[in-house]
């Protein structure tokens, strides 16, 4: 075939109406609204996967439906590119205008200038494998999807219910099969076998954890963690909490790891559950962001967000590099974006070079992919680690000279096994979380200890045109409006340890203000003053004012 079937397509688009007037846009998490609004976009995704697929080379693309920690009404989907990392971004305006053709004939045409422009073999194979999370409009979107894929002629695999963690590693799996890079057998059982055999090698001799509270935010992760809780078996104890994926308006809802970071307290269901001193982590709607917290002595509730997990993981593993004789060998980093907390960052230079990039998995994955090791998380939780292929083919072809070097080496191989270098995945990161605290025998306070956070305030905005706000310096500087900057810095000139910046979101019609300082109060009074300035600047309504905190 080297012409699109149109005939076919305009079919199946027939069935697919854009009906909506919304704008798509394909943003840092790919399309993500309302699941009711989105039958068409996942039509148009459905073709659209089997063109990247065509273009390259008929390698498997993959399609994951989620909104992550969006409320349950929300759904999306999102494209992984063959190497099991995101779409790339020169694709995502295609995306986008697709998704906005009014009618089957503008999208046919849009489709055709498309396949123009990218110079798409049409006579190559498409092959995707798509996956979605447990939110009630999946289905209906699932079969869009599917009408895309026999649109196009896509050879298509369903990976059913899944994270999206296990999505990114089906991809790679799949592409790598029988390849030096063979990334793991390509099924679910097989991302099981990989992750447990090698937590279990890292945690051969050591004291089996104690049991991990695990609140699954009502969402795949449930479904997914209890089966991974059968590979793990006694080896490493787990206690689900919010499981309940078919109770209407439950998902992500006083639960999950976005309600940790962005309220900073204990989810209301965990109250009864949680002993002092006991760990216990949030998943997010699709697994992909990892909290761990806990209750002191005293009951009082403390946060392990990506920043700690990042101090935690990259202080291991430069150790471990050190203790293998290999630190002149391998180039360790850290990338993190302006929401790192100012402890964190100071922490982890001392140790090892640390990078800012602007927000969005893409940018830090990019980043962390310049070093042998590059470690990257996002204070929200979504994280891994990347170790490239030259130093994977060096440390299984090292010859230690001592037993000491040796046993570092085995631990970095295994450490490379259990994380999931495709993407941030909360239930990788948990493992790789419980193996260090194993090792250094630490509990959450030792943990914790590392260094103690700035406190600190996000405040939403809502301004009457987000798109005003520019920035630079990886978020941490606004360009536009003007003047805007000057004022922010004046601001945080006057509190101790001062620091704030303001960027748009990508994924929300807002603008977002981070503050931090010496004490809560600062941290807050800051954010609140800035907020107040932003929507002086550019806002609307006087009602949505932020109100000041004080
Ligand atoms: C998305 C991003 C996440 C980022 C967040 C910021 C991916 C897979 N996810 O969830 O990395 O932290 O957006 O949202 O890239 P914001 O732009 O609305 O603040
Ligand atoms: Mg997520």
């Given amino acids: 075939m080297n012409s699109l079937p149109l005939g076919k397509i305009t079919l199946f688009s027939d069935l697919h109406p854009k009906l909506y007037p919304a704008y798509f846009n394909y943003g840092t998490a790919g399309f993500r609204m309302p699941g009711k609004v989105l039958d068409s976009v996942l039509f148009r995704v459905g073709i659209l996967a089997g063109l990247r697929s065509k273009k390259m080379d008929g390698k498997t693309v993959g399609i994951m439906v989620t909104a992550s920690h969006n409320p349950e009404t929300d759904n999306g989907v999102k494209m992984v590119d063959p190497r099991g990392e995101m779409l790339d971004s020169s694709w995502e305006v295609y995306a986008t205008t697709l998704a906005n053709s009014s009618t089957t004939e503008m999208f046919l045409s849009t489709l055709e200038e498309f396949v123009e422009a990218e110079k798409i073999d049409l006579s190559k194979p498409a092959r995707v494998v798509y996956a979605r999370d447990t939110r009630p409009s999946g289905p ?15 050879e298509a695999r369903n990976a059913g ?4 963690p296990i999505l990114h590693y089906l991809v790679k799996a799949i592409n790598t099969k029988g390849t030096e890079e063979c990334f793991g057998d390509d099924s679910e059982h097989g991302y099981f076998t990989k992750l447990s055999e090698a937590f279990k090698k890292l945690l051969l001799g050591k004291p089996t954890p104690s049991p991990l509270v695990i609140d699954c935010a009502n969402g795949v992760g449930a479904p997914i963690a209890a089966k991974l ?21 439950a998902l992500n809802n006083l639960c999950g790891a976005d309600y940790i970071k962005t309220t900073q307290k204990i989810p209301p269901s965990l109250m009864t559950v949680l ?21 002191d002595s005293r009951g009082q509730y403390h946060m392990l967000d990506g920043d700690k997990i990042a101090a935690l993981v990259a202080s291991f593993i430069v150790e471990l590099v050190k203790a293998a004789g290999l630190e002149n060998r391998i180039k360790i980093g850290v990338v993190q974006t302006a929401y790192a907390n100012g402890s964190s960052t ?12 602007s927000t969005g998995v893409k940018h830090l994955h990019h980043a962390a992919e310049h070093y042998d090791v590059g470690i990257y998380f996002e204070a929200n939780g979504h994280g891994t680690v990347l170790f490239s292929q030259q130093i994977q083919n060096i440390l299984s072809g090292c010859q230690p000279s001592t037993l000491a070097q040796s046993i570092a080496i085995n631990h970095l191989i295994n450490l490379a096994q259990l994380i999931n270098q495709t993407v941030g995945d909360a239930l990788s990161d948990m493992l790789l979380v419980e193996v260090v605290l194993a090792h250094r025998s630490y509990g959450c306070v030792e943990w914790d200890s590392l260094y103690t956070d700035l406190p600190n305030r996000l405040v939403k905005v809502l301004v009457e045109d987000r798109n005003i706000f520019k920035t630079e310096d990886a978020e941490r500087r606004l360009v536009s409006p003007p003047g805007l900057q000057e004022k922010i810095n004046d601001l945080s000139h006057k509190y101790d340890s001062g620091r704030s910046f303001v960027r748009p979101s990508g994924t929300e019609d807002v603008v977002r203000v981070y503050a931090e300082a010496a004490t809560k109060q600062q941290a807050d009074e800051l954010a609140f003053r800035i907020a107040g300035v932003v929507y002086d600047e550019a806002g609307g309504d006087a009602s949505q004012r ?3 905190f004080l």
């Fill in 275 to 295: 002993q002092p001193g006991q760990r216990a982590c949030s998943l997010d709607g699709d697994a992909d962001r990892l909290m761990y917290y806990y209750l």
């Fill in 161 to 164: 219910i899944t994270t999206t």
């Fill in 140 to 154: 209906a979107l699932v079969a869009a999807l599917e009408d895309g894929f026999a649109a196009i002629g896509a």
């Fill in 546 to 548: 932020p109100m000041e």
């Fill in 229 to 249: 809780a059968q590979y793990l078996a006694a080896s490493m104890p787990m206690l689900l909490t919010n499981t309940a994926i078919d109770n209407p308006g």
């Fill in 346 to 357: 100071k922490y982890l230079s001392t140790r090892l070079p640390v990078k800012c990039v």
